[in-house]
């Protein structure tokens, strides 16, 4: 697979100073990748968005995407890089939510008809039809989220990116979210870029984790791979999802399971354990 996004020891000094390295690893992303971006507050996985999007502009550090300096080439990455920001109400512009879907495809000069027809299959997608009257201050948290969702994807962008798109939404509308993602990357093939603090969410919805911690790319891999290392993940003040602590503990113990990478495996793991399948053993036994 192709690297769409590549950083290369970036640094960002904001103008009040403040100065932020994001060097070791490099973070690269793959065309059809789910990626998500993990660390604790003030780690730089906004600065290292902003970057990727061409809002900031690096001191030093390569930053590529599509094979293009984002700063650059603003006009043509912003044309293949739907983003959510982590705060929706600064990006959710139209008196309606039909309006705000329907921004950029008029921008684009797109007749009324092509426009329609983009906002109508986006929100049947996404499953807001019944909002599209709506006037945006007045929906919900997780309302908010999907309409800003809908004007990130009308125009279909290779590369979507969103900051913290788990952040406030109860338990349904978090699994809502994490079907629409999975689908946007299955079905239309849209790379994925996450940040989120809810770790037991990524499972679901990365191939590959970065884990940020102190001006530093310090871990990348799978969840399986990168959740088992427990002592790096707290380094970098994070937890990792109970499920997979508890499968990483029972490897330990010298059982041969593998790590889960979602409830039913881990239930069809567990089930198999108490059946007594000979295959799962704990080899120190
Ligand atoms: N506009 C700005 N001006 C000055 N400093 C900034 C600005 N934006 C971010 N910073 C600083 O840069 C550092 C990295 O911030 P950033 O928002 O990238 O972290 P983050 O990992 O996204 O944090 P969080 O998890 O809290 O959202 C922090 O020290 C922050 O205070």
Redesign the pocket.
């Given at each position: 697979m192709e690297n769409i996004i590549e950083v290369q020891c970036l640094k960002h000094v904001?103008?009040?100073k403040?100065e932020?390295k994001l060097c070791g690893l490099d973070f690269i992303v793959k065309q059809g990748e789910r990626v998500a971006i993990l660390?604790?507050?003030?780690?730089?996985?906004?600065?290292?968005l902003s970057h990727v999007l061409g809002l900031l502009s690096p001191v030093e550090g390569k930053v590529e995407v599509m094979g293009l300096t984002p700063y650059k080439n603003f006009n043509t990455i912003r044309k293949n890089i739907g983003v959510v920001f982590?705060n929706v109400d600064e990006q959710i512009i139209g008196p309606r939510v039909y309006d705000d879907i329907a921004f950029t495809p008029r921008n684009e000069g797109l007749s009324k008809e092509e426009v329609h027809q983009k906002v109508m299959a986006v929100a049947k997608t996404l499953k807001i039809e019944g909002l599209l009257n709506k006037i945006p201050h007045y929906l919900s948290g997780g309302q908010k989220k999907k309409v800003a969702l809908a004007g990130a994807m009308v125009m279909m962008p290779k590369i979507l990116i969103m900051d913290?798109p788990f952040d406030s939404l109860d338990p349904k509308s978090k699994g809502g979210m994490v079907s629409i993602i999975n689908h946007l990357n299955k079905e239309h093939g849209v790379t994925l870029v996450v940040?989120t603090?809810d770790i037991n969410v990524v499972p679901s919805v990365a191939d590959t984790i970065y884990i940020?911690k102190e001006g530093s790319i310090v871990l990348r891999g799978t969840p399986q791979e990168v959740f088992v290392q427990v002592d790096v993940l707290k380094e970098a003040n994070l937890e990792p999802p109970i499920l997979l602590e508890l499968f990483a503990r029972l490897k330990a113990k010298g059982y041969n399971v593998n790590i889960p990478n979602d409830l039913d495996e881990a239930e069809e793991t567990l089930l198999s354990m108490l059946k007594g399948d000979s295959k799962i053993v704990n080899s120190s036994s």
């Open positions: 904001y103008p009040d403040t932020v660390g604790p507050n003030g780690a730089g996985k906004t600065t290292l982590q913290e940040t603090h940020l």
